[in-house]
C-alpha cells in the first residue's frame, strides 16, 4: 500500500470529533493570519476537542498543551478585543528575546521528554515534548502579536506532521501540512501590516 493510500484510508476511517477538531483549527490559524478575533473562539472549540484526542492517543504531553490552548483562546480574545491601541499593533521581538525562548523551550523540552520517557508510557516523548514547549511560546506570542510567532509555527506544523501521523490521526497530520502553509502566509500577510505600520 502506498504511501498516499495509507494516508487516505487513514482520513476515511477519521472520528467525527477529529474532524471537527482538525476543521475548527485550521478556521482558527485562517482568522489569526488575517487578525480577526473571531479565531479564538475557533481555538477553544478545536482545542477543547483535541485534549480528548491527545489523551486517548496516548499524547500527553500534548493533551497538557491542548488544556493551556483552551486556556490562551480566552486570554487572545480578552487581550484582542482591549480597547488600547497598542494591543492592536505587530510588534517584533529581538534577537535575544527569541535566542533565549529558543534556549528555555529547549532545555524545557528535554527535561520534560526525559520524565515522560522514562516514567510514563508516553510515545514519542521528545519529540511531542519540542512541539509542546515551542508551541507555548509561540501561542503567547500569537496572543501579543509578535510576528515571529509564524516562524516558529513552521517548524512546530512540519514536526507535528510525523508526530501525528505516528499516532495514527492522518487527518490531523494534513491538518499540520496545511498549517504549514498557512503559516506561511500569516508571516507575509502581518509582515506587510507590520511595515504598513511603520510608515504611518
Not at 485562517?30 to 476537542?49: E, H, P, Q, V, Y
Not at 500527553?60 to 480578552?78: K, P
Request: some cysteine; proline content about 0%; overall charge positive.
Amino acid at each position: 500500500m502506498s504511501f498516499f493510500t495509507l494516508i487516505w484510508e487513514g482520513i476515511k476511517a477519521t472520528s467525527m470529533i477529529e474532524w471537527l477538531a482538525v476543521v475548527s483549527s485550521i478556521i482558527y490559524v485562517i482568522l489569526a493570519a488575517k487578525r480577526i478575533i473571531l479565531c479564538w473562539l475557533f481555538a477553544f472549540i478545536g482545542s477543547t476537542l483535541f485534549v480528548y484526542l491527545c489523551y486517548i492517543g496516548q499524547l500527553y504531553i500534548e493533551s497538557f498543551l491542548q488544556l493551556f490552548y483552551v486556556a490562551m483562546a480566552i486570554i487572545g480574545w480578552l487581550s484582542w478585543n482591549n480597547s488600547n491601541s497598542d494591543v492592536h499593533s505587530i510588534k517584533k521581538w529581538s534577537t535575544n528575546n527569541h535566542a533565549l525562548n529558543i534556549f528555555v523551550c529547549a532545555f524545557v523540552a528535554f527535561v520534560i521528554g526525559f520524565i515522560f520517557d522514562k516514567y510514563t508510557h508516553q510515545a514519542n516523548p521528545y519529540v511531542d515534548a519540542f512541539t509542546t514547549c515551542f508551541s507555548l511560546s509561540a501561542t503567547f506570542m500569537v496572543t501579543r502579536k509578535i510576528i515571529g510567532n509564524w516562524v516558529y509555527w513552521i517548524f512546530i506544523d512540519l514536526v507535528s506532521i510525523y508526530l501525528y501521523a505516528q499516532r495514527d490521526y492522518h487527518l490531523t497530520a494534513v491538518q499540520y501540512g496545511i498549517f504549514t502553509l498557512l503559516a506561511m502566509y500569516g508571516y507575509m500577510a502581518w509582515k506587510k501590516e507590520y511595515k504598513r505600520q511603520k510608515v504611518c
